[in-house]
């Protein structure tokens, strides 16, 4: 199976390649994954300078090199394409190089203002350009991009990390309203939200990018700086057995958040 992924991945990559702009062709990690994950998903990103072809075309090339996609959907808001090839899911996404260089360029000012740009993606973008295995470049472009991203200075981390604190309290204050008003729909977004920006606080303070969502929980653990007692508290607030109440998991998120707000 793994030699079908790879020609698979191969075939897909050489035809992005040869289109005119394309400076990187690159692979998630989810790809390393068994085939038989439900998370499974070949997901390649295609930095290039302009804009891609357009949909057909790219249909049409994907076609051409691996067969017919299945269920071909493009986003043009997201300059992203799915579709299946011989039963694989992939994704394939368009980044225009010119702008992943001013956000590299401007996460290195000696200052915090650039922050918004992440505040509420996340560092998961950059976590792939430094991460993702490389199928095919045509210059140094990336592992100067690289280099950039290994030296993020303190500014970049401390503003982020201050950034998350205040999603992370906000979505704290709502998930007390829902508990308190037994409103299971706001309380599940505001649970989302607290979770999601607890665990991005940590993964700043410890000067780490986020990776996807998928594996969040499980890099958390690995962190070399958490709070005291936080696993235990974490694993309690993601139970989803109905051996706690809406209230008791608020106080537990509570607790997360002072020792969140107050690791050193």
Same mark, same amino acid.
């Given at each position: 199976?793994?030699?079908?992924?790879?020609?698979?991945?191969?075939?897909?990559?050489?035809?992005?390649?040869?289109?005119?702009?394309?400076?990187?062709?690159?692979?998630?990690?989810? %790809?390393? %994954?068994?085939?038989?994950?439900?998370?499974?998903?070949?997901?390649?990103?295609?930095?290039?300078?302009?804009? *891609?072809?357009?949909?057909?075309?790219?249909?049409?090339?994907?076609?051409?090199?691996?067969?017919? *996609?299945?269920?071909?959907?493009?986003?043009?808001?997201?300059?992203?394409?799915?579709?299946?090839?011989?039963?694989?899911?992939?994704?394939?996404?368009?980044?225009?190089?010119?702008?992943?260089?001013?956000?590299?360029?401007?996460?290195?000012?000696?200052?915090?203002?650039?922050?918004?740009?992440?505040?509420?993606?996340?560092?998961?973008?950059?976590?792939?350009?430094?991460?993702?295995?490389?199928?095919?470049?045509?210059?140094?472009?990336?592992?100067?991009?690289?280099?950039?991203? %290994?030296?993020? *200075?303190? *500014?970049?981390?401390?503003?982020?990390?201050?950034?998350?604190?205040?999603?992370?309290?906000?979505?704290?204050?709502?998930?007390?309203?829902?508990?308190?008003?037994?409103?299971?729909?706001?309380?599940?977004?505001?649970?989302?939200?607290?979770?999601?920006?607890?665990?991005?606080?940590?993964?700043?303070?410890?000067?780490?990018?986020?990776?996807?969502?998928?594996?969040?929980?499980?890099?958390?653990?690995?962190?070399?700086?958490?709070?005291?007692?936080?696993?235990?508290?974490?694993?309690?607030?993601?139970?989803?057995?109905?051996?706690?109440?809406?209230?008791?998991?608020?106080?537990?998120?509570?607790?997360?958040?002072?020792?969140?707000?107050?690791?050193?």
């Amino acid at each position: 199976m793994r030699g079908k992924v790879d020609r698979i991945v191969k075939s897909i990559a050489g035809a992005i390649s040869s289109w005119p702009g394309v400076e990187c062709v690159t692979l998630g990690e989810h %790809s390393e %994954s068994d085939v038989l994950d439900p998370h499974f998903a070949l997901v390649i990103d295609a930095y290039l300078h302009g804009e *891609p072809p357009a949909p057909e075309d790219r249909q049409a090339s994907f076609a051409g090199a691996a067969g017919q *996609p299945g269920a071909f959907e493009n986003s043009a808001l997201k300059s992203r394409d799915r579709f299946f090839i011989e039963g694989l899911p992939l994704r394939v996404e368009y980044k225009a190089v010119e702008h992943i260089d001013e956000v590299i360029n401007r996460s290195r000012e000696p200052d915090s203002t650039f922050v918004w740009v992440f505040k509420n993606s996340g560092t998961h973008m950059l976590y792939r350009l430094q991460n993702s295995k490389v199928l095919m470049q045509k210059s140094d472009w990336i592992k100067g991009v690289r280099h950039e991203i %290994s030296k993020l *200075p303190d *500014p970049f981390w401390r503003g982020l990390r201050e950034a998350f604190v205040m999603k992370m309290e906000h979505y704290l204050s709502d998930l007390g309203a829902a508990a308190l008003g037994d409103d299971g729909y706001f309380y599940g977004v505001s649970m989302a939200g607290f979770t999601r920006y607890a665990a991005a606080t940590l993964f700043m303070a410890n000067h780490k990018l986020e990776p996807s969502h998928r594996y969040i929980s499980a890099r958390l653990k690995e962190l070399k700086r958490l709070p005291d007692n936080f696993v235990g508290r974490w694993e309690t607030l993601l139970r989803g057995d109905g051996g706690i109440s809406a209230s008791q998991k608020y106080e537990v998120a509570e607790l997360i958040a002072r020792s969140v707000i107050s690791l050193e």
